[in-house]
């Protein structure tokens, strides 16, 4: 009797063993189902775009100052200076100190080696530590750093470059002049390799290549920009206004050098200038001086030319009065808006075409002419 009662166990536990395996493959394994639908597919329904382009947007209006807005603006201005200076400095939070403007007037000093821009007594200083002493002859200059840091209304603006813009410049033209004296050639060398990299690639040679899709579309009779038709096709306008500057760059600054364009009309690969105009470009530049090679980095990088930055420096520095031709010195000079002109032919035939974008062509027309102003400010 027990061993029916034993045999009956053991064959109870293999079942029920047997039934938890089996639940554990499908809960291992699991089902898996695909759901077929056999409606109909729903498309998109398509609008119907206008043939016709509207008409273009009203160009931004100016906004008209109102003297009521001149005032409070200057009131704003005038209680963020006292605020500034009646800040109390926390000694336990040292950063405080820089919320704090620790001078109440700017004046310009002359002394024995220049001019120096003093916020009370202490000397503005560049970043190398360096006081800021600036030539006899650059009053203007001196008078502009000082304007910039008597607007200032804390210690910490003055650790950010575009509230200082000038001082910034002046301070890399210092640097250069400290490191010139001291027999460094590192930092001369540096911004003219930068310098010579941007004649290979220069705003003034790039030229649109004959018959492309742009004049194209500006020339022909299916035109339907915003703006009006061009009269010339976009490499005749590069052409007009690149040969007057190659040619007075070749005759009066770089004799006997041979500048050409980089692209040539049915070719899109860029070509480098002759070895002989290479060497002659990068003598002149090696002979620059402090103020000057800062002035020229400053315009190099703001309009991608070389060439158009030099044309601006020998037409306002003091260092080049023996170039400057005495007809141009009564009114028709190379100056900031024909530099700009020049640096942006392209983007100026396209937006008459096309229209410009609000809040992105204007801003960008202001920022160059604030830095070619910088350039013209510091070597005049």
């Not at 492309?212 to 306008?237: H, I, K």
């Not at 096309?354 to 062509?361: A, M, N, S, Y």
């Amino acid at each position: 009797m027990e061993a029916i009662r034993l045999l009956s166990s053991r064959t109870a536990f293999r079942s029920s063993s047997a039934c938890l395996t089996s639940q554990s493959r499908v809960l291992k394994y699991g089902t898996f189902q695909r759901h077929l639908h056999g409606g109909r597919a729903q498309y998109a329904v398509p609008v119907n775009h206008p043939n016709v382009p509207g008409p273009p947007p009203q160009p931004p209006s100016v906004a008209v100052g109102q003297p009521e807005d001149t005032t409070a603006r200057k009131q704003k201005q005038a209680e963020l200076l006292r605020r500034g200076q009646a800040l109390k400095v926390d000694p336990a939070k040292p950063t405080s100190a820089l919320r704090k403007r620790f001078w109440k007037e700017v004046s310009v000093k002359e002394v024995e080696d220049g001019l120096q821009v003093l916020l009370d007594t202490r000397p503005v200083r560049t970043a190398s530590k360096e006081i800021l002493t600036l030539p006899h002859s650059k009053r203007g200059l001196a008078t502009a750093i000082a304007l910039e840091w008597d607007q200032l209304v804390s210690a910490q603006q003055a650790l950010k470059q575009h509230y200082i813009p000038i001082t910034s410049l002046t301070s890399r033209a210092v640097d250069i002049r400290v490191a010139d004296s001291q027999g460094n050639t590192k930092v001369r060398e540096e911004i003219v390799k930068m310098m010579m990299r941007y004649l290979s690639t220069d705003t003034l040679l790039c030229w649109e290549p004959g018959n492309s899709n742009n004049d194209r579309a500006g020339m022909n009779s299916g035109y339907t920009g915003q703006g009006q038709a061009p009269t010339e096709s976009l490499r005749a306008r590069q052409a007009a206004v690149a040969e007057p500057i190659i040619a007075h760059l070749t005759s009066h600054v770089f004799p006997g050098a041979e500048i050409e364009p980089i692209l040539d009309e049915d070719s899109i690969m860029p070509k480098s200038q002759p070895e002989m105009t290479q060497q002659i470009i990068k003598g002149w530049l090696h002979g620059l001086p402090p103020f000057e090679l800062a002035a020229l980095e400053r315009g190099v990088l703001a309009t991608k030319s070389l060439l158009i930055a030099v044309r601006l420096l020998v037409e306002w520095s003091q260092t080049f009065k023996h170039l400057q031709d005495e007809k141009t010195s009564q009114g028709s000079k190379f100056g900031i808006a024909q530099a700009a002109e020049a640096s942006t032919v392209e983007v100026t035939w396209q937006t008459g075409m096309w229209g410009e974008v609000e809040d992105t062509h204007d801003v960008e027309k202001e920022d160059l002419a604030r830095q070619l102003g910088s350039v013209v400010l510091l070597v005049s």
